[in-house]
């Protein structure tokens, strides 16, 4: 079996619950398909901007990562980090320098270390729950109104939602470096 | 329990099996996010495609309606319609004008109505299936590496990434109407 065959099937994983599993493959599949999409990337494309985009791709990834943690805490520990000092440092990925300092001068190799390094952190957190807990309301002041399935299908749907604007962000930039 | 509150929540749908309500709620989520990433747009704003783009929002939303179109057939009826007569009308905006005429001229409440429909009949057909049907393989030619599970939430997830692409496109139209 090859691995493009493997990612064409959601199938039960037997070190996460039923419901869990589905959502893990889910998020599995689409942080293969992130990792797909900038590969290879230099610094400085990484950093750049074309004409009529706001964020950069290097922007993008540290905010992907840094949605995982806030759901880390969220979820896991019933909190709410937005105000935290230890999520200050992430801050600024989150609101993509609205509140903290843009992404810059990263590379490649550097932001996906953090993105493996805290999905690695929610894989081995979801390991240790189940079924019942997904269904469960989230306790963390001001995120009341989720549950639990919602908040991880969240972070999911938000990594595919960037990953779309990478794709385009990347298709610009080479068309921008054709016409220089 | 206001609108926003629910969306926020995926909780089991008495229409349908455990996993094939979960699904639905995500591909219910998705697509109240892309109605609301459209919202108000005129037929000029849906055929613009602005500087470093490659396609209009009109163009983008024919494809998600045509991406549901496409996996009914090969989901529900076991074929491939690619090289289908039935299908024919949907190649354009499914290769984005690839192969077949570019989606164009097309008002919001028809492109809308068009999602809607072929939405309904998905669903409709869900509700007609069960988790073991949607744990199995598709036997579609050429789909056979695939299972029902993984097919619909590549619908879903296709379609996020699009809405992640509309939001950009849709700023850039903004940025370039302020600015002239």
Same mark, same amino acid.
């Given at each position: 079996?090859?691995?493009?065959?493997?990612?064409?099937?959601?199938?039960?994983?037997?070190?996460?619950?039923?419901?869990? =599993?589905?959502?893990? *493959?889910? @998020?599995?599949?689409? %942080?293969?398909?992130?990792?797909?999409?900038?590969?290879?990337?230099? @610094?400085?494309?990484?950093? $750049?901007?074309?004409?009529?985009?706001?964020?950069?791709?290097?922007?993008?990834?540290?905010?992907?990562?840094?949605?995982?943690?806030?759901?880390?805490?969220?979820?896991?520990?019933? %909190?709410?980090?937005?105000?935290?000092?230890?999520?200050?440092?992430?801050?600024? #990925? @989150?609101?993509? =320098?609205?509140? =903290?300092? /843009?992404?810059?001068?990263?590379?490649? *190799?550097?932001?996906?270390?953090?993105?493996?390094?805290?999905?690695?952190?929610?894989?081995?957190?979801?390991?240790?729950?189940?079924?019942?807990?997904?269904?469960?309301?989230?306790?963390?002041?001001?995120?009341? $109104? @989720?549950?639990?399935?919602?908040?991880?299908?969240?972070?999911?749907?938000?990594?595919?939602?960037?990953? =779309?604007?990478?794709?385009?962000?990347? /298709? #610009?930039?080479?068309?921008?470096?054709?016409?220089?």
């Amino acid at each position: 079996m090859t691995d493009d065959q493997r990612w064409t099937r959601i199938e039960p994983q037997p070190e996460y619950t039923p419901g869990i =599993g589905v959502l893990v *493959e889910m @998020m599995n599949y689409a %942080r293969m398909t992130t990792l797909q999409a900038v590969k290879d990337m230099s @610094m400085a494309e990484l950093d $750049d901007i074309p004409p009529g985009f706001s964020n950069s791709i290097g922007m993008l990834l540290a905010h992907v990562a840094a949605t995982d943690r806030l759901y880390q805490a969220v979820s896991f520990e019933d %909190r709410d980090p937005f105000e935290a000092p230890d999520y200050a440092p992430y801050q600024g #990925a @989150m609101t993509f =320098g609205w509140k =903290g300092e /843009k992404v810059q001068g990263r590379t490649l *190799e550097d932001l996906l270390h953090e993105l493996n390094e805290t999905r690695a952190a929610t894989l081995a957190q979801l390991a240790k729950l189940d079924d019942a807990w997904l269904a469960s309301r989230i306790k963390a002041p001001g995120f009341e $109104d @989720m549950n639990q399935h919602w908040a991880w299908f969240h972070v999911m749907e938000d990594e595919v939602s960037h990953r =779309g604007q990478i794709r385009l962000i990347r /298709k #610009a930039l080479k068309r921008a470096e054709a016409s220089v």
